[in-house]
Structure formats: C-alpha cells, structure tokens
C-alpha cells in the first residue's frame, strides 16, 4: 500500500526552505516520502539555489558519519528509506522580469560567512551515471550531475568539505538531467490519482509548466499546497504582495484555475506574457480539479524560530563537532543578522530576533497533520 504522504517539493532553497527540508527528511518515514525536489528560482536565481540544495545533502551526509562515529542516532528515516530526486525547474517568471529580494541577497564572495565552517563545502566528488563511475575535475561535477555548473552561495560556501576529501557523491539523491516539470508528470502519471501531494514553498512556475504540458496528469495530485499570498494582513515585497506569489503571478493564475468548473474561461489575458498553450475546454479535462491548501502569510508569519532558541538546542552541538549543527548556527545567525538590519525593533544580536518559518509550515501540513 502506498504510503499517505507522498510528497513533491518545489523550492527555492534559502534559509527557511532548507529548513523545512530538513525538516521533511528527518521526519518518521511512516509520515512523509520526499519523492522529489524540484529546485526553481525564487530570492536567487536556480543554480544558486541547485548548489544550496546539493550542499544540503553533502552536510547530512557527513552528520549521519559524525553521528554514527559517536554513538548518536543516525536520524535522517525519511531519508535513509526513499532517496529522492533531484531536478531542476524554471529559472524565470512566465511574464515580466525575474523578481529578486536582493535585500536579501548575499553571495559569498561578499560575505564574512564564506569564512565559517570551510571544511565542509563539495570539492572533487565521484560521479556515478547509468553507464560508468568517474571522477571528474570539481569544475566539470556539477555538469556530469545537473548539465549546468551552479556558482558558490551563503549556504554552499559554509558547507565546504575539505578538500582532500574525493569520496562519492552523495548517495542520498539522485540527480535528474530531465526538467523537473517532466519529473513531475512523470510520477504523477505512473501512480494512482490522489497519492502525490504537491508543496510549493517558492514561485508556482514550475508547476504551472507541468499543468500546461499535461493538465490531466497534473490534476491526478491529490493537491497543492501553496506557501503563499496574504489575505488579513500586510504583504512582505508590497503593501499587499507576498514575495512568492508576485514573483510570477501569471504562473500562480495558471495554477489557481485549474481549481475552477471552467479552468479556460477564469484565467485572465497574458497576451504575450507566456508562450504556454491555453487549458483545454472543461469537458476535456473530465471531473477532476485541483485541490489548492493555501498557507498565507497570516497563517505561516506567526510561527516563528528566536536566535534564542537556536542557540540552546545547536550551539552545543555544534561544539561537539555536529557538521549539521555548524551549518545551521552559521546560516541562521546570518538570517537573523539580515533581520536585524531590515526591520526596525530588533536589537542587534538580541536573543528575542525572530525569523518566521513560512516554508517549514507548509511541509508540517502535509507531514501527518
């Protein structure tokens, strides 16, 4: 019997996504299967976000090691009982210019964090492909892996591992030459109907690509759940706009109307904005329609993590040597830092400077809940 939460994440990995995907791979397996993560542009374009996504693995890879070597629990179930896939999506809007939070934005050239915990960031890696195992130059992995070489970013420079080290490439996933709009249909296709629940915690257009390329397997999602929007209160890019929805509201338009009786007819006029092929007339798609959960900032703001708290449970961890524990002291502290700077009322280095977890949220829903 198929597990009950079957999931595909579509993400922009930055702090709160990585976040919630660690969250999703530590989970108990009982709750949650990642089938795939679709790696699309959101504050950063993709392959920033494809290389915060690989570090991700490369550091719980070498947490499971520093756990195992002392006597702790390996943890990582979801993990460890289905390897997930993955894939890379859009890297653009479907209309207008990629909106960036460059606010938010620090690379890491420019950041003192380049300089934290660089034993821990992907050098030479052995490559293993359906026909061969090799062990290319660190330049030329990333384009056996993915077929696009991602640059350095804040989370991937402070997860560097050292560089005598040319272990194996991550066996925790598997990377997909296909777009992840493909990989998407591909799953969806070759399971039953309602067994793949859909979370987007970055823009929709992605998904958007996949419901224009085959929207009767799209509709065979048991949902989507959607990190986005703001209904009661302020937008965090506008008075009114929340980031992930105005970073392509056309893709969020396409996606939104598949929950309509008329998904053709409630669309609004793109003109040129996209290239996409309109939605068939109702009677084509047959009965079924998209089930959307939206997760609002009204619901996801009030849940928050203090640098307090953080402190507590991973400092002392990270002064055992816990790899895992490092990296998120590292980047956590620099999100806080960002806060601090951003809005106004946070004391600088206070203990009571709050992030809010708006993508760990929305993988809560779905993880048992």
């Not at 504050?43 to 570090?55: F, G, K, P, W």
């Not at 002392?316 to 502290?333: H, K, N």
Request: net charge negative; glycine share 6%; hydrophobic share 40%.
């Amino acid at each position: 019997m198929a597990r009950k939460n079957r999931v595909i994440i579509d993400t922009d990995p930055g702090t709160d996504d990585v976040l919630a995907l660690l969250y999703a791979l530590a989970s108990d397996p009982a709750d949650i299967e990642v089938l795939l993560l679709s790696i699309t542009f959101g504050n950063v374009n993709v392959q920033d976000c494809l290389r915060n996504a690989v570090s991700m693995f490369h550091v719980i890879e070498k947490e499971i090691r520093w756990r195992k070597d002392h006597g702790r629990p390996e943890g990582f179930d979801a993990l460890k009982t289905s390897k997930p896939i993955i894939a890379v999506g859009a890297d653009e809007p479907l209309g207008g210019e990629r909106l960036k939070a460059a606010y938010y934005r620090t690379s890491a050239s420019t950041s003192h964090i380049s300089d934290i915990s660089t034993h821990l960031t992907p050098t030479m890696q052995t490559v293993q492909t359906d026909s061969a195992m090799f062990t290319p130059a660190p330049s030329e992995t990333w384009q056996h892996l993915f077929d696009r070489p991602p640059p350095d970013t804040i989370l991937s420079s402070i997860a560097t591992q050292k560089t005598d080290d040319t272990s194996a490439s991550s066996p925790l996933f598997t990377p997909s030459s296909s777009p992840s709009h493909l990989e998407i249909l591909r799953i969806l296709d070759q399971e039953p109907p309602d067994t793949i629940t859909l979370i987007a915690i970055g823009p929709l257009t992605t998904f958007a690509i996949a419901a224009a390329h085959a929207p009767n397997i799209f509709l065979k999602a048991r949902s989507v759940i959607v990190m986005g929007g703001a209904v009661g209160v302020p937008g965090n890019m506008t008075p009114v706009g929340e980031f992930n929805t105005i970073a392509d509201a056309v893709a969020a338009a396409r996606v939104y109307a598949l929950t309509s009786p008329e998904p053709e007819s409630t669309m609004p006029p793109f003109g040129s904005a996209t290239a996409l092929p309109e939605y068939p007339p109702a009677e084509d798609l047959g009965d079924r329609r998209l089930k959307v959960v939206k997760m609002p900032l009204d619901v996801t703001t009030p849940h928050t993590l203090r640098r307090d708290e953080v402190h507590a449970k991973v400092k002392p961890l990270a002064g055992m040597g816990s790899p895992l524990a490092e990296w998120v002291l590292a980047f956590t502290d620099h999100s806080f830092g960002k806060m601090e700077s951003l809005h106004a009322g946070h004391e600088v280095g206070g203990a009571s400077t709050a992030s809010s977890l708006h993508d760990p949220v929305c993988v809560w829903r779905r993880n048992g809940n």
